[in-house]
């Protein structure tokens, strides 16, 4: 990471590299925990041990071989309301960035994690810290394989492999461009462009105004994903219905 030079103008201009740790959204945690922290501080690790995904889910990932970086933010313009918007523009980051190397089959699988076809590629945990009613700081952790080739699980993909690149990616740069993309992004949204971002961000979600199989308690019902709320509720018709879900409510059946 001796190299490391973003085109940004904050982001990933403070950057922390461990060769290895356990997570890099919990070295970012700490870090908040000093009080001493730059906005757009990030975190970059070659070898994380522990990662963490949505609904406590761990992550898979081989050292040297994948992009695992923790980016952290001073979101304070956002309302805790409004904090699913975060997601939105950072999603947006990432499929950009990726648009470079890939032409077809990326999505955003609600609520953050990114797929090509019925694989997934990575993912994205935020935890925020409140002061009030508002957004203190905010940790991006990001996950994306890059060059693993072999998965544990089947549904796992890598841009190597969607790609059909016969050489691996140089991670350092690939890092610089995801940090000027979700700056970009990052950018947008704290000017206001919260409802141009969602447009965007419904014509890029997995299965978006498609009928399919999900469940719920262990019961399998039809639905289409026709909105995202505020809060990142994930909308859906449900027969005659319009329903609600939180994070955790409901799950995609993929076969």
Not at 45 to 60: K, P, V
Not at 176 to 202: P, S
Not at 224 to 241: F, R, S, W
Request: with cysteine.
């Amino acid at each position: 990471m001796h190299n490391f030079q973003p085109k940004t103008l904050f982001l990933g201009k403070n950057t922390i590299y461990l060769p290895s740790c356990h997570s890099t959204n919990d070295i970012a945690a700490e870090i908040i925990q000093t009080k001493r922290v730059f906005d757009g501080t990030i975190v970059i690790t070659s070898d994380q041990t522990a990662g963490r995904g949505q609904r406590g889910n761990t992550w898979e990932t081989l050292p040297n071989q994948n992009i695992t970086v923790s980016m952290i933010l001073k979101p304070d313009f956002l309302a805790i309301a409004q904090q699913f918007t975060l997601n939105i523009a950072v999603s947006l980051g990432i499929y950009e960035f990726l648009c470079k190397y890939l032409s077809d089959g990326l999505t955003v699988k609600w609520p953050n994690d990114i797929y090509v076809g019925n694989r997934k590629m990575g993912g994205v945990l935020i935890e925020n810290t409140l002061s009030g009613s508002r957004l203190a700081y905010s940790v991006v952790g990001i996950g994306l394989n890059i060059n693993q080739l072999s998965f544990a699980n089947d549904r796992a993909i890598s841009l190597r492999l969607a790609s059909q690149k016969t050489e691996d990616y140089v991670i350092e740069k690939l890092i610089e461009q995801l940090c000027e993309c979700i700056e970009k992004y990052y950018l947008q949204l704290k000017n206001g462009h919260t409802q141009t971002q969602k447009k965007k961000y419904l014509e890029r979600v997995f299965r978006f105004g498609e009928w399919h199989q999900y469940e719920q308690n262990g019961e399998r019902f039809l639905g289409k994903i026709i909105d995202v709320a505020e809060m990142g509720h994930l909308i859906m018709q449900v027969g005659e219905e319009v329903k609600k879900f939180d994070f955790k409510e409901v799950s995609f059946v993929i076969e």
